[in-house]
Structure formats: structure tokens, C-alpha cells
């Protein structure tokens, strides 16, 4: 099940654990009398065990938020690729995020550049955590090193399955920035699948802790290989993992808010999505709505954030409700697509109508209804088309869903006019055609990077 971590930032961590350093050492009086430097945090501050700590729940922290934090109307990855895909919709008059749903979005945008840092900044943060503990817990913290690695490889996965190809995965080496060439998307996954093996090797031991973490791990590298079209290793790899697990983002009204209800419940800025809308039919698009599915209820409510947009709510995230990042319902999906790629679709069926017969939890949310079993399809396209559909309504909002578009095209062969939302856009003109976002201006202060290498898919 899903572990509590407190969200506190690296420096409010580092900050509270040099003041109960320096009090420890000094007297009130000298201490009251010292020069003050409010928000400086030398390295000596952190150098300690009690440090290390404190980077790492920092680390923790930072990484949830750069998934699905909240707090304000800015949003993350797993919106701003919802937006792009068929998840959601823009009711909102901000153009940028106009521009991600119509598929058109720009190297300079002003909601992507801060996502896309926020990504590189969870990595930094967490290897500057690793570098910590293993100078000051070298042997007593390995669970905490392992779930480092595992943060560093889920962001580099992410940012693999939803940026185009030329992503530099730079790092700051004793103060100093070491620019890097730019990587093609399956060198991305490559890198992340050696930090998922490097966090295995140090999750070996058996309590919850440990194993929560290693399961975690399970789950990236069965999504790394999969990415990678290593369909049967990545079934092998999860084989493991049980249904019940749950790695969770937690949020509270005390810390930061659930994204999801932000940018839906709260200000309607974003709207369920559905195959049809103002314009018309929307190819390719999922029915989230109109198919009334259990898995992703829905709640019309009036118009949405830019007073014209029909807004339909989700009904799965509250305001503080936790977000599944991996779980044993991700390590079943992988077992059914291998079987997909070994043209099992009875087996793949079978793995399918076990989890409609007894919805997994996620976070705190469990279908409500039945869900009818599924027939076994005749063709390897209508087992493509079965299996995709079906994923989609059991990841709804957890950040998968641009990755499998990608791979739609780049691993099934289809055009991405016919995997992508497609025709005319209820805002204006035409979907565009891209498959990923660009890697942002912002990285042009690495001289190495002059934009993405390609858009493919």
C-alpha cells in the first residue's frame, strides 16, 4: 500500500536541520548576537547523517510535485501531457494551454519550460540527496539510496516518453553545471534503465520499507523495457509484483493539493475530454466521458474557466486524495502487452478480465459497477485497439497515456493521424501534428543543444 512521505523542500530540509545545529552548539545569546544569513545554506549544514535525511525527504517531495503537484494554477507533466493527448481538454482562455490541446505547442512556452525544469530539477535534487547519503549512510540507508535511484530513473522515463528526441541529462558536479550532448529517446530509457538496475542492486533486503521500494523499481524498469520493445523481459521483470501495490503520491490541505482536482474541480481550467465535442467527431479519441466507464466517472457541471467550454469534472481525485506513480495494476498491463506481442490475445484477455472483474484500488479510488468480461479478439489489430482502450481508462491522469500514443506509432506502426486526436479543434482550425513536446529554448544555455534532433515518435 502507499507510504506517507512529508513534503518538504531540500532547502526547507537542509535550513531546519542547520539551525538545530547551530542552537546545539551555541548558547541563546551568542546565537541571538550572530550575524544572520536568512536562506543560506552552507554545505556544512548538511553534512551529516541527520542531513542526508533531510535531503532525501526533500528529494521525495520535489519529485511528487514535479509529477502532479498543486498548490496553484500552474500545472505538471502528467497535465500538460493529459492535454495533449485525449485525456483532457483546454477550458481555459490561456493559450498555452490551448495551444498543448490543439498539439501545436512552441519551444518558448511559458507552461512547458518550468514543467520541463521541474523534471530536471526532481533528477538534481535527488542525486545531490544520493551523493549524501552515500558519503554519510553508507551501508544503513541503502532503502533510502535505492528509492534515489528509483526517482532519478522515473523522471528520465518520463521525460523520455513525453519530449522529443534531444533530451540532455546534464548534471552539477561540485557546484558546477556538466553540460551534456543531447540523447535520443531510447538512449533516455537506456540511461534510466541502468539507474533502475543500480536502486535493485541495493534493494535487497525483505521488510515493507525495502520491498515497497524494490517493487517500485520493478515497475520502471517493466515500463523502461517496454518503451524499449523489450515486451517479454518487461513481463519477467514485473512477474513479481502484486496487484495491491502501491506507490503514492500523498497531498494534504496543510502541504500541496491533489493537481487534479486544482485544475479540474477547483478552477475548471481543465475538462474530461470525450471523441466529440463543439467541432464535431474527434478521430482516435477515447470516449472518457460518454462511455460512462466506472473507471473514470465524470460530473458535468456548467461551463468551464473560459465561460464558453461545456466543463465536465472528474470524480476520481478529491483535494487531497493520493495519486498512484507505479502499482501492481501497471506491472498486470505490462504481463497483457507481452502476451499482445506473443499474438496471445486469449492470454491477453484473460489478464484483462481479471483486473474488470476485481478493480485494483488506486490511491483511494475503486471502480464502482461492474465492468462486462471481454472477448477475445480475432486480429492483432483489434487486439492493438482492445488493449490501448483498455489502458487508457485504467491509467486515466497518471501521466502513461502520451508515452503510448508515441509507441502507437513508433512500435505499431500506425500514422499519428491515426493514434492521435485528429480533425477539426473545437477552439479553431485544425489538431496539429506533433508527438511529443519539444525540449524547451531554456536548454539552449547548454551549448551542446541547438533543439530537438528530431519529432519523430
Known amino acids: 500500500m502507499k507510504r506517507y512521505q512529508p513534503r518538504v523542500r531540500p532547502a526547507l530540509a537542509a535550513g531546519a536541520i542547520g539551525l538545530g545545529l547551530m542552537l546545539g552548539g551555541c548558547s541563546v545569546k551568542e546565537e541571538l548576537l550572530a550575524p544572520q544569513q536568512p536562506g543560506v545554506i552552507s554545505p556544512g549544514d548538511v553534512a551529516s547523517p541527520t542531513g542526508a535525511e533531510g535531503l532525501y525527504i526533500g528529494a521525495v517531495g520535489n519529485f511528487k510535485n514535479a509529477l ?18 485525449d485525456e483532457f481538454k483546454s477550458a481555459d482562455t490561456f493559450s498555452q494551454r490551448n495551444d498543448a490541446d490543439q498539439r501545436v505547442t512552441q519551444t518558448n512556452d511559458a507552461q512547458l519550460s518550468p514543467i520541463y525544469t521541474s ?23 541503502n532503502t533510502h539510496q535505492a528509492e534515489m535511484l528509483f526517482t532519478i530513473a522515473f523522471a528520465e522515463m518520463q521525460l523520455g516518453e513525453d519530449f522529443c528526441n534531444g533530451i540532455a541529462l546534464g548534471e552539477t558536479v561540485n557546484g558546477v553545471w556538466n553540460y551534456t550532448a543531447p540523447l535520443m529517446t531510447k538512449d533516455v530509457f537506456t540511461a534510466a534503465l541502468a539507474r533502475v538496475d543500480s536502486g535493485l542492486a541495493l534493494a535487497t533486503a525483505t521488510d515493507a520499507a525495502t520491498t515497497q521500494v524494490k ?24 512477474a513479481s509484483v502484486p496487484v495491491t501495490f502501491q506507490y503514492a503520491a500523498d497531498y494534504s490541505q496543510t502541504t500541496n493539493d491533489n493537481g487534479w482536482w486544482i485544475m479540474t474541480t477547483s478552477s475548471k481550467r481543465y475538462t474530461v475530454a470525450d471523441s466529440v465535442d463543439a467541432a464535431g467527431r474527434i478521430d482516435n479519441a477515447i470516449p472518457f466521458v460518454s462511455a460512462k466507464d466506472p473507471r473514470v466517472p465524470t460530473t458535468a457541471n456548467g461551463k468551464g474557466f473560459d465561460t464558453t467550454t461545456p466543463f465536465v469534472g472528474q470524480s476520481i481525485w478529491g483535494r487531497d486524495d493520493p495519486i498512484a506513480i507505479v502499482d501492481g495494476l501497471d506491472g498486470q ?17 484473460t489478464i484483462l478480465n481479471a483486473l474488470r472483474a476485481t478493480p485494483p484500488t488506486q490511491g483511494i479510488f475503486k471502480p464502482s459497477g461492474t465492468l462486462a468480461p471481454l472477448t477475445a479478439p480475432a486480429t492483432k489489430d483489434a487486439a492493438v485497439a482492445l488493449f ?27 500514422q499519428q493521424n491515426q493514434a492521435y486526436p485528429s480533425g477539426a479543434f473545437f477552439k479553431n482550425g485544425s489538431y496539429g ?18 533543439g530537438c534532433i528530431d519529432t519523430n515518435a
Open 215 to 238: 517493487n517500485a523499481l520493478l515497475i520502471t524498469k517493466g515500463r523502461l523495457q517496454v518503451d524499449l520493445g523489450q515486451f517479454a523481459s518487461a513481463a519477467a521483470t514485473v
Open 119 to 141: 523534471l530536471q530539477q526532481a533528477r538534481g535534487y535527488s542525486r545531490t540527496a544520493l551523493q549524501f547519503l552515500r558519503q554519510y549512510e553508507p551501508t544503513s540507508s
Open 68 to 85: 502532479l503537484g498543486g498548490s496553484s494554477n500552474t500545472e505538471t507533466i502528467w497535465q500538460f501531457s493529459g492535454l495533449l493527448t
Open 433 to 450: 501534428t506533433e508527438v511529443a513536446f519539444p525540449v524547451p529554448d531554456r536548454d539552449k544555455a547548454n551549448p551542446q543543444f541547438s
Open 333 to 349: 498491463l505490462i504481463q497483457a502487452e507481452a502476451k499482445l506481442n506473443a499474438n496471445d490475445f486469449a492470454g491477453m484477455t
Open 388 to 414: 490501448f482502450r483498455e489502458k487508457a481508462f485504467w491509467t486515466f491522469g497518471r501521466g502513461q497515456r502520451l508515452g503510448d500514443l508515441r509507441r502507437l506509432v513508433r512500435q505499431y506502426g500506425r
